[in-house]
Antibody
Framework: QVQLVQSGAEVKKPGASVTVSCKAS????????ISWVRQAPGQGLEWMGW????????KYAQKIEGRVTMTTDTSTGTAYMELRSLRTDDTAVFFC??????????????????WGQGTLVTVSS | DIQMTQSPSSLSASVGDRVTITCRAS??????LNWYLQKPGKAPKLLIY???SLQSGVPSRFSGSGSGTDFTLTISSLQPEDFATYYC??????????FGQGTKLEI
């Protein structure tokens, strides 16, 4: 079945970097984009960015642009999200999600399905 | 950026109740609206896509409606497993699919 499996929890000090991986299986990895979403403790869902595995095109949230890099390895079907210069307020669960899409009466529509299980990144001195 | 506003932010209800959650977009998004359910410690799960299409495997007590700027998610008869947080998401502004702030449904 289609699934995304993420790497395990991380603990980092302020100023460090973290890389979270997201391994896809059950579908052609290059057909669908991968988005990253984070959720701070007790907070809502925040879109971080997107990557097209076919050509490597990316789009990042303005809030973190300059600190984030998203990449993919098509040979293994894995997406990566690197966040640098970590701050304590970067503590969050990070999710990857597949950009599913379909052609419907209203046109081409998009949604996220499935999601990875989430990776907790704790930034603390 | 398109802003998504959900109401209410929290809601108390009982098993068997009919519940409606609303989501408003800051500009017209046609039918590019999705709904997710999230339980504590879990990833969000897709319920409704394209405003009114029920995701495979999702119970028929869930339904979505609306277009343009105003959307609703309705649960016709609440079940114990439905108590969770619900998020709307716009998928009009590709690929920046932003979320509402969430609605926590409590007993």
């Amino acid at each position: 079945q289609v699934q995304l499996v993420q790497s395990g929890a991380e603990v980092k000090k302020p100023g460090a970097s973290v890389t979270v991986s997201c391994k896809a299986s059950g579908y052609n990895f290059t057909i669908y984009g991968i988005s990253w979403v984070r959720q701070a403790p007790g907070q809502g869902l925040e879109w971080m960015g997107w990557i097209n595995p076919y050509n490597g095109n990316t789009k990042y949230a303005q809030k973190i642009e300059g600190r984030v890099t998203m990449t993919t390895d098509t040979s293994t079907g894995t997406a990566y999200m690197e966040l640098r210069s970590l701050r304590t307020d970067d503590t969050a669960v990070f999710f990857c999600a597949r950009d599913e899409w379909g052609t419907m009466a209203q046109g081409v529509m998009g949604w996220y399905d499935p999601w990875g299980q989430g990776t907790l990144v704790t930034v603390s001195s | 950026d398109i802003q998504m506003t959900q109401s209410p932010s929290s809601l108390s209800a009982s098993v068997g109740d009919r519940v409606t959650i609303t989501c408003r977009a800051s500009q017209s998004i046609s039918s590019h609206l999705n709904w997710y359910l999230q339980k504590p410690g879990k990833a969000p799960k897709l319920l409704i896509y394209a405003a009114s299409s029920l995701q495979s495997g999702v119970p028929s007590r869930f339904s979505g409606s609306g277009s343009g700027t105003d959307f609703t998610l309705t649960i016709s008869s609440l079940q114990p497993e439905d108590f969770a947080t619900y998020y709307c998401q716009q998928s009009y502004s590709t690929p920046m699919y932003t979320f509402g702030q969430g609605t926590k449904l409590e007993i």
